[in-house]
């Protein structure tokens, strides 16, 4: 079983793929993970990325690209899988279909946790007032910038999955259990998991 998760900055993406990991026993391809993992030991493509990342921005799609073909070279693909965080714009999305088309497997879920713009920016703003800030683009500043380039940028990539009928949007105002069960409702539905 292979899915996408889609959410705002603050939506609780990282919460629900972690969830869904375990539940189905999937492995993660988190891109926002990949990418902070090279900032963090200092590779050449770290240091690339890091002012991009650093700013709110989306990091160049041919890095992007890079780091998946390498990343699904080397996991076992017959595991379902999960992408988090990626595609994050329109070619992204396309290029995603390529690969997917080249190795013959499938697309069974698209998940869009959908919050409310107004409790996504008060989320934000507690979540930056906290005083643990475990990430660097965690301020507020960079959130409400996060939160521009997932509109601008992110967004439409929906409208791609609607057209493919694989979109379900999930109410992601919810607690976190809720959220977790209407996801796992509708995979258990549709999809017979061993
Ligand atoms: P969140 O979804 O909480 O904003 P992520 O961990 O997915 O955070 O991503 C953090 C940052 O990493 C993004 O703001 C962006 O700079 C970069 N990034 C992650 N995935 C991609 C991607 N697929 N394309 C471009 N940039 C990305």
């Known amino acids: 079983m292979n899915i996408i998760l889609f959410g705002a900055p603050g939506a609780g993406k990282g919460t629900q793929a972690n969830f869904l990991i375990n539940e189905f026993d999937l492995t993660q391809i988190s891109t926002g993970d990949m990418l902070r993992n090279s900032v963090e030991s200092r590779t050449e493509l770290g240091k690339q990325v890091e002012s991009f990342m650093a700013s709110g921005d989306l990091v160049p799609d041919n890095i992007i690209f890079s780091l998946i073909t390498e990343r699904l070279n080397d996991i076992d693909m017959k595991k379902g899988f999960i992408f988090d965080g990626f595609p994050r714009n329109l070619k992204q999305a396309q290029k995603l279909d390529e690969i997917i ?36 683009d965690d301020t507020s500043e960079v959130l409400i910038e996060r939160l521009k380039v997932y509109n601008r940028d992110t967004k439409p990539v929906l409208d791609h999955y609607a057209n493919q009928n694989i979109l379900n949007v999930i109410d992601g105002m919810g607690t976190i259990d809720e959220v977790s069960s209407n996801i796992s409702t509708i995979i258990k539905k549709d999809f017979k998991v061993d």
């Open 101 to 136: 088309n080249s190795i013959n497997i499938n697309l069974d879920f698209v998940f869009h946790i959908d919050v409310d713009e107004k409790i996504l920016t008060s989320r934000i703003e507690n979540r930056a007032k906290q005083e643990k800030i475990t990430r660097k």
